[in-house]
């Protein structure tokens, strides 16, 4: 036998060595975050990056039922009410976190995404992280639907703040001061630019927020009861209860309605 710091082994197992996956290394492999990231900026080079308002070089104007956008791909993929509750176009709930208006607003959304999925993809696991961007992606869509039907709406930000508000109650649930980890901080710079700044889905920001703090203490409900699929059921109903809020909502601005 040999001795070694953890007690006697044998001299087979001394000379074996397992590979630990520290709380670093993992934190390097967020790959959902990544792919999120991904697709997001595929979107954006494949619509041309044009402003939503603009009629750059490039960017043929289209116009809808909510007013002019950019190009074909805003165009059927921004949130409208009168598109989806006339046209029938209920992919805009979701295709709508996907888009976005120009460089800027994609760089600061995918930034805060890359932050806050380094954050809390390694801390409740992949599957619940996708789970939760759904989760405040449409909640978002609910929020921006609710206070702007009329107007097209688009970028991940309402997912983003999701995520803001996930990381808010997981942080209070392990006991880590949100204004000691900038979290807290993080918010209130964004609300106010929410509220300061023209152009802004204020619906969207505020449902997405809601909706994400309420998606991770359906995970800690699951946790509770050591039933990590109620947490995701839980966090499922939440995503249907907001697409089914979006749906009547929109249904209300129709142009037929």
């Keep these: 036998m040999t001795t070694t710091p953890v007690g006697m082994r044998c001299p087979e197992c001394a000379r074996q060595r397992t590979k630990v996956h520290t709380m670093r290394s993992v934190a390097t492999q967020p790959r959902v975050t990544y792919a999120l990231i991904a697709i997001n900026v595929l979107v954006f080079v494949i619509g ?10 490039g960017g043929v ?11 074909a791909i805003q165009q059927h993929g921004a949130l409208c009410g009168p598109s989806i509750a006339d046209a029938h176009e209920y992919w805009r ?13 994609i760089g600061f959304n995918m930034y805060l995404l890359y932050v806050l999925g380094l954050i809390l993809e390694p801390a409740i696991g992949s599957l619940r992280f996708g789970a939760l961007y759904f989760a405040s992606l449409v909640a978002g869509s609910f929020g921006a639907l609710l206070v702007t039907p009329y107007g097209n709406t688009i970028g991940a930000s309402g997912a983003v703040f999701g995520l803001m508000g996930a990381a808010v109650v997981e942080a209070r649930a392990r006991g880590i001061s949100v204004v000691q980890n900038q979290i807290g901080f993080l918010i209130v710079i964004n609300l106010v630019f929410s509220f300061t700044v023209s152009g802004i889905s204020i619906g969207g920001h ?3 927020l809601v909706g994400g703090a ?14 990590p699929m109620l947490g995701l059921g839980a966090c499922a109903a939440l995503a249907i209860a907001a697409l089914a809020g979006s749906l009547a909502v929109a249904g209300g601005s129709g142009l037929s309605g």
Excluded: K, M, W
């Excluded at 309420?214 to 039933?227: D, M, N, T, V, Y």
């Design 48 to 57: 041309g990056g044009i402003s939503v308002s603009s009629g750059l070089p």
């Design 93 to 105: 709930l979701i295709t709508a976190g996907f888009l976005h208006a120009n460089l800027l607003h």
């Design 206 to 208: 505020i449902g997405g």
């Design 214 to 227: 309420l998606a991770a203490l359906a995970f800690q409900l699951g946790e509770r009861f050591r039933s």
């Design 61 to 71: 104007v289209h116009v809808d039922a909510c007013g002019p956008t950019a190009n």
